[in-house]
């Protein structure tokens, strides 16, 4: 099992940037594939990104292709989410995720993740 717990949201005005930190541990984190989520108010958790477990893939929801960024670090146990350009449609709670794999195989559906963070807002003012 991993606990994850997110860190780095706040308040940012639109074309600003953010870096969210998801810190895990537990099982070995190389073990796991990594994943962003977000949800806005009356709307369901929607996929941002994800990133295999080493690294060699990534995948973005089309609405943040070229503006968001997806690593992580097994060294320190953390995968991160580099936020540029950001808009107000950008704002949403937004989640960190895990999911037991060593394939390079993205998922991108929530049901597939089984590990959750407690989640961190991001607001992006107009």
């Known amino acids: 099992q991993v606990q994850l717990v997110e860190s780095g949201g706040g308040l940012v005005q639109a074309g600003g940037s953010l870096r969210l930190s998801c810190a895990a541990s537990g099982h070995p984190f190389n073990t796991y594939a990594m994943g962003w989520f977000r949800q806005a108010p009356g709307k369901e958790r929607e996929f941002v990104a994800a990133?295999?477990?080493?690294?060699?893939?990534?995948y973005y929801t089309d609405s943040v292709k070229g503006r968001f960024t997806i690593s992580r670090d097994n060294a320190k146990n953390t995968v991160y989410l580099q936020m540029n350009s950001l808009k107000p449609e950008d704002t949403a709670v937004y989640y960190c995720?895990?999911?037991?794999?060593?394939?390079?195989?993205?998922?991108?559906?929530?049901?597939?993740?089984?590990?959750w963070g407690q989640g961190t807002q991001v607001t992006v003012s107009s």
């Open positions: 990133i295999s477990w080493s690294g060699g893939s990534t």
């Open positions: 995720a895990a999911r037991r794999s060593t394939s390079q195989m993205i998922r991108v559906g929530k049901n597939e993740y089984a590990y």
